[in-house]
């Protein structure tokens, strides 16, 4: 059995690494904590380091099974909604974002936010695994 290749992509701004892990044989893909690139001065995103991902995965043909989000992030903003319109894959997290949700929900009075995790394709519970080309 062939070991996953994991590449890393540094983002400087917020400080943080987004990683492409692959199976060499079936090309089947994870993409995790992807940058939403943030310009603070002018409070709009762009889509470079996403875009430096993406290059990554047509460089291997790559089929991206998933977009997994490790926690909820304060250091920068996630471009995994972005990468699954252009790539496809299922966006996952946590199951125990729904608490994080509820808090910030009352934290911050977003009356509107939705805090069932909704939002995501797929809530892990603790202790769940996942496989590349499997979505359970």
Do not use: C
Request: no cysteine; proline share 3%.
């Amino acid at each position: 059995m062939q070991q996953p290749v994991v590449h890393a992509f540094f983002e400087s701004q917020s400080f943080t690494y987004s990683y492409l892990v692959w199976d060499p044989l079936s090309k089947e893909a994870a993409v995790i904590d992807p940058v939403l690139d943030f310009d603070a001065a002018s409070g709009s995103t762009h889509t470079s380091s996403a875009e430096q991902i993406m290059a990554k995965v047509k460089e291997h043909n790559l089929t991206v099974q998933w977009l997994l989000e490790t926690h909820v992030h304060a250091d920068h903003l996630s471009a995994a909604p972005f990468l699954k319109r252009q790539l496809g894959g299922h966006i996952a997290i946590g199951s125990r974002i729904t608490e994080v949700q509820q808090l910030f929900s009352q934290v911050f009075n977003l009356k509107d936010l939705k805090t069932d995790g909704s939002a995501f394709d797929k809530l892990f519970a603790d202790g769940e695994d996942f496989m590349l080309g499997t979505i359970r």
